[in-house]
């Protein structure tokens, strides 16, 4: 990934990763909330986090902790869950599409300096999943 700032779409050598809806603009608003001279190297280091993800690395459960489940879609048995990229304390909330082959998409980004998943970050992750995975709005 040659770019220096996130964008709608990056490709790796194995999946590639799409920003949902206004998952730049939240990254926008997290970052502002970094000290100002510290936010290049937090979006640096979260692109080459999504890097690695999209370059089929293994990732850690602390760099890529599951945080929440997704909605159950008709006849699902197991649950599913979406994970977070994380980059303390921004988070961006993706999941592995199962409607579109080797895509991660990516929810939406907070400024997390808490411990516990808000029901807020549930709710926007299942819209866009629903939107995305169910009634197959990939943009």
């Not at 300096?113 to 197959?136: A, H, P, S, T």
Request: net charge positive; aromatic share 10%; with cysteine.
């Amino acid at each position: 990934m040659t770019a220096k700032k996130l964008q709608k779409t990056h490709q790796g050598s194995k999946f590639r990763a799409v920003h949902c809806k206004g998952a730049l603009d939240s990254f926008k608003g997290s970052l502002s909330k970094v000290e100002t001279r510290k936010q290049k190297s937090f979006e640096r280091a979260l692109l080459q986090q999504l890097q690695r993800l999209l370059d089929g690395h293994r990732m850690s459960k602390e760099n890529f902790p599951q945080e929440g489940k997704l909605p159950k879609s008709i006849g699902q048995k197991s649950e599913k869950k979406f994970n977070a990229l994380k980059r303390k304390p921004l988070r961006g909330y993706c999941w592995l599409s199962e409607k579109y082959p080797n895509t991660y998409f990516i929810s939406h980004y907070v400024y997390k300096d808490y411990d516990k998943l808000k029901e807020k970050d549930i709710k926007i992750v299942g819209n866009n999943w629903v939107r995305i995975e169910v009634n197959g709005d990939e943009c």
